[in-house]
């Protein structure tokens, strides 16, 4: 067996190469190129103490040598990647509701908005600024509709964003996490510049 670009290790007659790899993320990928393709990727590499997935380096700086410059092994950098390519998978299975233009909304994240939000309330997705990692979206329920508000309308949910922050929502998914019980959005790219710690 060979060892995959992605450090996983080749079936038996493969060649390990990136042809045979089936894995989406790889340790010779760009870290920004590794966002693009898996936004939420950036909570992984944050949570292993990789804040600058912003900065200016991402640009030019593999997975790999970001990992490595960050004190990780070989096989850390293995696990890393391969908790990243299962995010991918769970997140390819996952059905979306809404659109590109509006909020992207796992099926996940739905069901449970379906549980909390009363007929005839509305879900306000607000965004606001947070330093120098860019944009902070919340989460709350209102029976309130401003005149600035656009809606939307999900299955039985109805959505309101300020038309003033309507730019930053477009394509963003909402997800829900049952292990940490909690919403979390997904920016379509990272925001932001870079912060503390690279």
């Given at each position: ?12 007659g493969?060649?390990?190469t ?20 898996c ?16 900065c ?20 850390e950098?293995?696990?890393?990647i ?39 309330k ?33 299955e ?6 300020g038309?003033?922050v ?30 503390g710690?690279c």
């Amino acid at each position: 067996m060979g060892e995959h670009c992605c450090g996983c290790n080749a079936e038996e007659g493969k060649t390990g190469t990136k042809e045979d790899c089936n894995h989406l993320i790889n340790k010779d990928m760009r870290i920004s190129e590794v966002l693009s393709k898996c936004p939420s990727a950036a909570e992984i590499l944050m949570n292993e103490g990789v804040h600058c997935v912003g900065c200016h380096a991402a640009q030019w700086e593999s997975l790999e040598d970001g990992l490595k410059s960050h004190g990780k092994s070989d096989e850390e950098i293995k696990q890393i990647i391969d908790k990243i390519n299962k995010l991918v998978e769970e997140e390819s299975n996952q059905k979306m509701f809404g659109n590109e233009e509006s909020i992207l909304i796992t099926e996940r994240a739905l069901n449970e908005l379906k549980n909390k939000v009363d007929d005839g309330k509305f879900l306000r997705v607000e965004v606001t600024m947070s330093g120098c990692s860019g944009f902070q979206f919340s989460l709350s329920i209102t029976d309130q509709k401003d005149v600035n508000d656009e809606l939307f309308q999900i299955e039985c949910l109805k959505i309101i964003v300020g038309k003033e922050v309507l730019g930053f929502v477009s394509g963003t998914k909402l997800d829900f996490s049952p292990e940490k019980d909690a919403f979390k959005f997904i920016a379509p790219t990272p925001t932001g510049g870079c912060c503390g710690g690279c």
